[in-house]
């Protein structure tokens, strides 16, 4: 069945701009007096931020693969059923800071688990799809030129190598999808972005 709501997410490399640009937005759907529920993942939920610590903490270097994806479906499945399918339901705009796509992306491609991710993923989230999703596409070496003077994460901390078969997993997923996923340009400045994804929220608003 199809939600009432609209479900927006936006993924691409750590410091393409995701959170920046996902605050003009939620401004953008208060203008036009709609609720808009903003969250993250992993997270979002009480048990899927302690799954965040969990997934995060520098100090778990021996996580293995398939637990690494597992928890992040985990949390997703409880973001779900907990925030963003009641949210949708009462008919509100949802706009999450990743979502599947970050799985398929950084599990199936970065760490070369495959098609299973999609699998699991599937099940965790009973099949929900974004209406549309941005993706920030900055080169991963740019991306991290913009973050690289704050403490990096578990999975910040992966080489290059890493970050270019996520980065490469992306545009996999744009290709297959391009109906749902819109590439951006993220080097732009952080206006010219703003207005590129406003106009693209016009035209798909118009089409509902
Ligand atoms: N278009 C832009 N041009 C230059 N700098 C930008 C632009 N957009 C965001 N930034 C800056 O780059 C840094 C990373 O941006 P932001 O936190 O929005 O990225 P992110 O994708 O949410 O990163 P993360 O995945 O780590 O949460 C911030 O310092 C932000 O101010
Ligand atoms: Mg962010």
Redesign the pocket.
């Known amino acids: 069945m199809k939600q009432q709501g609209l479900f927006i997410t936006f993924e ?1 490399p ?7 640009q996902i605050q003009l937005l939620q401004k953008y759907f208060q203008q036009k007096g709609l609720r808009c529920l903003l969250s993250r993942e992993p997270g979002g939920t009480e048990i899927g931020e302690k799954i965040r610590t969990l997934l995060l903490d520098k100090a778990h270097t021996e996580m293995d693969f398939a637990a690494e994806a597992l928890l992040y479906a985990a949390a997703r499945a409880q973001h779900v059923a907990q925030v963003i399918g009641p949210a949708l339901r009462r008919g509100e705009v949802v706009i999450c ?1 990743r979502f599947v796509d970050s799985s398929i992306a950084y599990q199936g491609y970065g760490r070369q688990l495959g098609e299973v991710v999609a699998q699991i993923n599937r099940f965790a989230t009973g099949e929900l799809c974004p209406d549309v999703t941005f993706f ?1 596409q900055l080169a991963p070496e740019k991306a991290r030129e ?2 690289k003077a704050r403490k990096c994460d578990r999975l910040e901390l992966e080489q290059l190598a890493f970050h270019q078969r996520v980065f490469a997993g992306y545009q996999q997923l744009e290709q297959a999808e391009p109906q749902r996923i819109v590439a951006i340009d ?1 080097s ?3 206006e010219e ?1 703003h207005e590129i994804i406003c106009e693209r929220m016009e035209a798909l608003l118009l089409c509902r």
């Open positions: 691409g750590d410091g393409s701009g995701k959170t920046t800071d920030m913009r973050i993220a732009g400045s952080i972005i």
